[in-house]
């Protein structure tokens, strides 16, 4: 053997094993998990003592939890905003309905080589919307889909693959859909591959899960309760599924939910009663918990305030996987940086644009607009129409007047301007 080919497969070696005593070496695998309807302080690692969330309190444990992600009110405009790493300022048609012109992180990771698929909920057909395969998913099994039906719990309505999935009465959504996604992980094993489920749990109707001592219970609060430990428990299963697999290490996690608790729930929470406040524009309505995970690559055990808004996903995945970024106006900025134990390059605000299905919302905060537009940072809040709190006035009770705030409150209602200003006008 020539000297020059030993010393060629000498190296080959060694960067062989370099390669492997990393967690990760290029296009790990990404799982993104995002509820429905349940707000930041539902979770237990979120300071809640009255919900059980073992699995996510342990990923927040041995990863990044950031305390101030912030998606939007209600569903529709959370998903298109995730899904497409632009302001709904931009892209917001009507409810239920995705732009299919739009150029969805599905697509973005498929052409970087990415196996794709989606379980859950998609809700974003209507009139001519986008379809799982139209967004770059390959694979799917979705429920609000066009060949279903209504119910998503027991013997659910759900669709794979343009074929109506066979139920049993035993049948659960939650658990279907989970199936689903570990039967892709372990047929993409070998591959890198992105998994996007947008949950069925925790939204109305609140019935017992398999789970629930008692399976006629008619509480709601009590059903909430359950239904939010078995989300959990399906998030611990796609986990032990990326152990099984021998991927867990090169496989990113990421939780997040898409708007707040259901209206009509009440729980407690650091010794108050608290009330659901879905589809409202208030902190209860659009804060969202977000637990990035991966062993040995994301921080263990880290907390940060750095502010994160949903568009931020989609160019986040993007520098995960190295795949290349939509040829449109985008909002979002990776926060992956930050996962890994860097600085990054924090946002100072996040904007807002919201056209509420709750018209009592639009009356309440839009200023006799149809729409809601606000901008914020960790600390205060400044709606179009002038309107300006304290972000810890969880109920924005009492407003700061022009000019009667601290020194620190005026410069943020100048810079939340400034933010409001610069992104396009709406009517």
Same mark, same amino acid.
């Given at each position: 053997?020539?000297?020059?080919?030993?010393?060629?497969?000498?190296?080959?070696?060694?960067?062989?094993?370099?390669?492997?005593?990393?967690a990760?070496?290029?296009?790990?695998?990404?799982?993104?998990?995002?509820?429905?309807?349940?707000?930041?302080?539902?979770?237990?690692?979120?300071?809640?003592?009255?919900?059980?969330?073992?699995?996510?309190?342990? %990923?927040?444990?041995?990863?990044?939890?950031?305390?101030?992600?912030?998606?939007?009110?209600?569903?529709?405009?959370?998903?298109v905003?995730?899904?497409?790493?632009?302001?709904?300022?931009?892209?917001y048609?009507?409810?239920?309905?995705l732009?299919?012109?739009e150029?969805?992180?599905?697509?973005?990771?498929?052409?970087?080589?990415?196996?794709?698929?989606?379980?859950?909920k998609?809700?974003?057909?209507?009139?001519?919307?986008? %379809?799982?395969?139209?967004c770059?998913?390959?694979?799917?099994?979705?429920?609000?889909?066009?060949?279903?039906?209504?119910?998503?719990?027991? =013997?659910?309505?759900?669709?794979?693959?343009?074929?109506?999935?066979?139920?049993?009465?035993?049948?659960?959504?939650?658990?279907?859909?989970?199936?689903?996604?570990?039967?892709?992980?372990?047929?993409?094993?070998?591959?890198?591959?992105?998994?996007?489920?947008?949950?069925?749990?925790?939204?109305?109707?609140?019935?017992?899960?398999?789970?629930?001592?008692?399976?006629?219970?008619?509480?709601?609060?009590?059903?909430?309760?359950?239904?939010?430990?078995?989300?959990?428990?399906?998030?611990?299963?796609?986990?032990?599924? %990326?152990?099984?697999?021998?991927?867990?290490?090169?496989?990113?996690?990421?939780?997040?939910t898409?708007?707040?608790?259901?209206?009509?729930?009440?729980?407690?929470?650091?010794?108050?009663?608290?009330?659901?406040?879905?589809?409202?524009?208030?902190?209860?309505?659009?804060?969202a918990?977000?637990?990035?995970?991966?062993?040995?690559?994301?921080?263990?055990?880290?907390?940060?305030?750095?502010?994160?808004?949903?568009?931020?996903?989609?160019?986040?995945?993007?520098?995960?996987?190295?795949?290349?970024?939509?040829?449109?106006?985008?909002?979002?900025?990776?926060?992956?940086?930050?996962?890994?134990?860097?600085?990054?390059?924090?946002?100072?605000?996040?904007?807002?644009?919201?056209?509420p299905?709750?018209?009592?919302?639009?009356?309440?905060?839009?200023?006799?607009?149809?729409?809601?537009?606000?901008? =914020?940072? =960790?600390?205060?809040?400044?709606?179009?129409?002038?309107?300006?709190?304290?972000? =810890?006035?969880?109920?924005?009770?009492?407003?700061?007047?022009?000019?009667?705030?601290?020194?620190?409150?005026?410069?943020?209602?100048?810079?939340?301007?400034?933010?409001?200003?610069s992104?396009?006008?709406?009517?």
């Open positions: 053997m020539s000297r020059k080919k030993s010393s060629i497969e000498y190296w080959l070696v060694v960067s062989l094993l370099l390669c492997a005593s990393k990760w070496c290029e296009n790990p695998n990404i799982v993104l998990i995002m509820a429905d309807d349940i707000a930041y302080d539902n979770v237990g690692c979120y300071g809640s003592q009255h919900f059980k969330t073992p699995r996510l309190d342990q %990923l927040s444990r041995t990863g990044i939890q950031f305390n101030q992600c912030y998606s939007e009110p209600v569903c529709t405009s959370s998903r905003k995730i899904m497409t790493g632009r302001d709904n300022i931009r892209n048609t009507m409810f239920g309905k732009d299919p012109r150029k969805t992180f599905g697509t973005m990771m498929k052409d970087a080589g990415y196996a794709t698929a989606v379980a859950g998609w809700q974003l057909h209507s009139n001519n919307g986008a %379809l799982a395969p139209g770059g998913f390959e694979t799917f099994c979705l429920w609000n889909y066009p060949g279903t039906e209504r119910s998503r719990y027991w =013997q659910p309505s759900l669709n794979r693959d343009g074929k109506k999935v066979p139920v049993t009465a035993d049948s659960y959504g939650p658990d279907l859909c989970t199936d689903f996604l570990i039967e892709f992980i372990e047929k993409n094993k070998d591959r890198p591959f992105f998994a996007y489920y947008p949950m069925l749990s925790v939204h109305s109707p609140f019935l017992p899960t398999p789970d629930s001592k008692d399976r006629n219970n008619k509480d709601s609060a009590e059903n909430y309760r359950d239904m939010v430990s078995y989300m959990d428990k399906c998030v611990g299963r796609l986990v032990d599924a %990326l152990v099984d697999n021998k991927v867990r290490d090169n496989t990113i996690v990421i939780f997040t898409d708007n707040g608790t259901g209206r009509g729930l009440k729980y407690p929470y650091q010794g108050e009663i608290r009330v659901g406040e879905k589809a409202l524009p208030t902190d209860g309505g659009c804060h918990p977000l637990i990035v995970n991966c062993p040995g690559t994301v921080v263990a055990g880290k907390q940060t305030d750095d502010l994160v808004d949903f568009s931020d996903v989609l160019p986040t995945l993007a520098e995960i996987g190295g795949a290349r970024l939509p040829n449109v106006t985008l909002d979002g900025r990776s926060f992956w940086p930050q996962c890994i134990g860097k600085k990054g390059n924090p946002r100072e605000w996040i904007f807002q644009y919201y056209y299905k709750f018209k009592e919302a639009a009356r309440k905060y839009g200023a006799g607009k149809p729409y809601i537009i606000w901008a =914020q940072d =960790q600390h205060y809040k400044l709606y179009s129409h002038g309107r300006f709190t304290e972000v =810890q006035d969880r109920h924005e009770k009492n407003d700061i007047a022009p000019g009667m705030g601290s020194a620190e409150a005026e410069s943020a209602r100048k810079k939340l301007r400034l933010a409001i200003d992104m396009p006008k709406k009517g």
